[in-house]
């Protein structure tokens, strides 16, 4: 996970033990191993991670209406163009696989 998400160990950590004292989620022990474990999300995490995309999926819906058709047009194909961009510039870094 720290490799995936480009932040520093004691940030990741910290944020999970967070998680874990507010009853969001649970830390598993992978079997076999003496230091990796599973993320689950519990119920409470659970509620509000729905609750969460829930509120930012319709807010993104506001948006587009507030932006209007002809401006979302133009946006979508920036956009596209932008994330080809992106998408081969971490291919060069080998954040991602080509």
């Known amino acids: 996970m720290i490799e995936k998400m480009l932040f520093p ?3 990741i950590n910290s944020s999970i033990m967070n998680l874990v ?3 969001h989620i ?3 022990i992978v079997p076999g191993t003496r230091n990796r474990k599973t993320i689950l999300l519990t119920d ?3 509620k509000l991670a729905e609750d969460t995309v829930k509120r ?3 807010a993104e819906l506001r948006a587009v209406e507030n932006m209007g058709k002809q ?3 133009r946006f979508s194909k920036l956009y596209s163009e932008f994330f080809a961009a ?5 291919e060069k870094e ?5």
């Open 9 to 11: 160990k004691q940030t």
């Open 21 to 23: 004292k507010s009853g």
């Open 26 to 28: 649970e830390l598993q």
């Open 44 to 46: 409470t995490g659970r």
């Open 56 to 58: 930012m999926f319709e």
């Open 71 to 73: 401006k979302m047009e």
């Open 86 to 90: 992106l998408q081969s510039e971490f």
């Open 94 to 98: 080998g954040f991602i696989d080509a």
